[in-house]
């Protein structure tokens, strides 16, 4: 063999053995098409205003369409039961099961999928429909799934299958309304195990992410930070889903905060949707494996680690400074002796009258982690999230677990200096877009049970204006973080008065919303906002 000869082999050699090792170092993660979202904020009846829909399933991950049924009044679904015989004819569409339909008395047409339409009659076994038609016939053997599709009081036709998907058919956007509010994709009566219809929403998972991003960030904020948020709640779903969460209720998430708020197309912005165009497809991994993305409204300065928030510590989750917020929340709440004693024992902690709380441990970001309630016959501790629920029902949980009492909490403080640009040094106001006016105020950030926003806040800003016409001009800002300690801090004054005083809002681990937009405003791209709050990502 000459040398030329053992030259090309052994590149080659090389060139294989470089391919094996991208095979085996890079993944790929197949995102499904079409994600299936519980409308549980629309209530249980389903109206369609939709005056022509398409009939059709979901059968192997494709949707199959059996045609189009016209009214005009609409359409709406009820649960079926009782016994059936089928005919076992099968007819291309509806009109010609229809047709065939009126000549048996209680006869309906039937979808059964595979675009194929079937005669049902109701009352009788297959045998009796056979007697009476002298048509080949058979038993339906199970009604557990019917589902009855009606318009105007009168039964159209009805439909057996798990899991049947009806479209728009009469407008070119796809748009169906339900229950008067626009969603994209299919509504999907779904019932489970016989129980009561639930309206799901089977929709592709970028225009879900239209009804999710303007619900979780207000869109008046920077192009940039609505693009990390488009990607964290991408990733967010995606990992739901994985974990199947509501499998057991015959949907992949919820349109509330367990899951991610989703209003469907009523809640859009075009710069929400721009947000979730321009990152189509991105999702944040760990290993390989998408991670739990969550992320918050506003840190006070310092996000969290995992465990101190939950319970199980993600590499991904680590705290990490936050000095660039803008208007941080900082809130304040008073409660009496008097309150806190009755407090307790409303919920069973016989401590007789309290006399202290005492912050006996703080975590790295400077959040409480553990709190004690002393009274003249005992102590109740508090750890975790019970720091900011357990006093709900005096005036509310605590924003957030990031707090003071009486001027005293825990740890040595730290004061981060930076510079920042004035929001209010915008040179062409003729080029500047105004924010919407619309309040969000019922909307919530995913883990947080205090509100995202009082109110839709307005910057008068366009992300490139930002960027382009900013005059130089910068202001010093200086943030002071607490930082973990451990002990017992006495915060009782004498009073008989405590004196709460927080900064931020939600939970604190992950993504700080008012975070991703002050980095945004400061000229980070949503790439660096993602990296800074997510630890050892990738993003691809």
């Known amino acids: 063999m000459n040398k030329v000869c053992k030259k090309i082999m052994l590149l080659t050699a090389i060139v294989m ?4 090792i991208v095979n085996i170092t890079a993944f790929a993660y197949t995102v499904p098409e079409t994600i299936h979202i519980g409308l549980s904020n629309i209530g249980s009846a389903i109206t369609l205003s939709n005056k022509s829909i398409n009939v059709g399933a979901e059968e192997n991950g494709t949707y199959v369409s059996g045609g189009t049924i016209k009214s005009e009044k609409g359409f709406t679904f009820s649960a079926g039961s009782g016994t059936y015989g089928a005919v076992s004819l099968y007819y291309d569409n509806y009109e010609s099961a229809k047709q065939n339909a009126a000549t048996i008395a209680n006869a309906l047409p039937a979808y059964t999928g595979g675009g194929k339409w079937q005669i049902y009659v109701s009352g009788m076994t297959g045998e009796q429909v056979r007697q009476k038609t002298g048509l080949p016939a058979e038993n ?27 479209g728009a058919a009469d407008n070119d956007t796809g748009v169906i309304t339900i229950n008067n509010k626009e969603y994209r994709g299919k509504i999907q009566p779904t019932r489970v195990n016989g129980g009561s219809i639930i309206p799901v929403n089977a929709v592709s998972i970028e225009e879900y992410l239209y009804g999710v991003v303007p619900s979780e960030m207000s869109p008046s904020y920077a192009e940039e930070a609505l693009k990390a948020q488009a990607v964290a709640a991408r990733t967010y779903a995606i990992k739901k889903m994985d974990m199947k969460v509501h499998e057991n209720k015959g949907y992949d998430l919820c349109d509330g905060t367990h899951c991610q708020s989703y209003k469907g197309k009523s809640a859009e912005f075009p710069a929400t949707n721009a947000a979730v165009d321009a990152t189509k497809g991105l999702v944040i991994y760990h290993k390989g494996e998408p991670i739990e993305a969550v992320f918050f409204a506003s840190s006070g300065g310092y996000t969290e680690n995992s465990e101190d928030i939950w319970t199980a510590p993600l590499p991904y989750l680590k705290a990490v400074p936050d000095v660039y917020e803008v208007d941080t929340n900082t809130w304040t709440k008073k409660i009496t002796a008097a309150q806190l004693t009755n407090l307790a024992s409303a919920k069973g902690d016989n401590i007789g009258q309290v006399t202290d709380m005492v912050i006996s441990k703080v975590s790295l970001g400077g959040r409480i982690q553990e709190l004690k309630l002393v009274g003249t016959k005992g102590t109740k501790v508090l750890t975790r999230d019970q720091v900011r629920t357990y006093f709900s029902s005096l005036n509310g949980s605590f924003p957030s677990k990031m707090f003071t009492i009486n001027g005293k909490g825990g740890g040595p403080k730290t004061t981060v ?13 003729a080029n500047v877009t105004n924010s919407p006016e619309e309040s969000i105020a019922d909307n919530y950030v995913i883990g947080s049970d205090s509100l995202l926003f009082p109110e839709l806040e307005t910057y008068n800003t366009t992300p490139t204006n930002v960027s382009n016409n900013v005059t130089s001009a910068v202001m010093q800002r200086n943030v002071t973080v607490t930082g973990a300690s ?9 009073t008989g008065v405590f004196v709460i005083e927080g900064k931020g809002n939600g939970h604190g681990a992950g993504l700080s919303q008012k975070g991703a937009q002050g980095l945004a405003l400061q000229g980070s791209d949503f790439l660096s906002i993602l990296y800074h709050y997510y630890t050892d990502v990738t993003i691809e």
Do not use: E, Y
């Open 17 to 20: 053995l470089c391919s094996s």
């Open 140 to 166: 339906v053997s199970s009604v557990s799934n019917m589902i009855l599709v009606q318009s105007g009081g009168k039964t159209m036709f009805i439909t057996n299958m798990i899991t049947p998907q009806f």
């Open 417 to 429: 200096s930076m510079n920042t640009r004035q929001l209010s040094d915008v040179s062409d106001a």
């Open 486 to 494: 451990s002990g017992a801090v006495s915060t009782n004054n004498g």
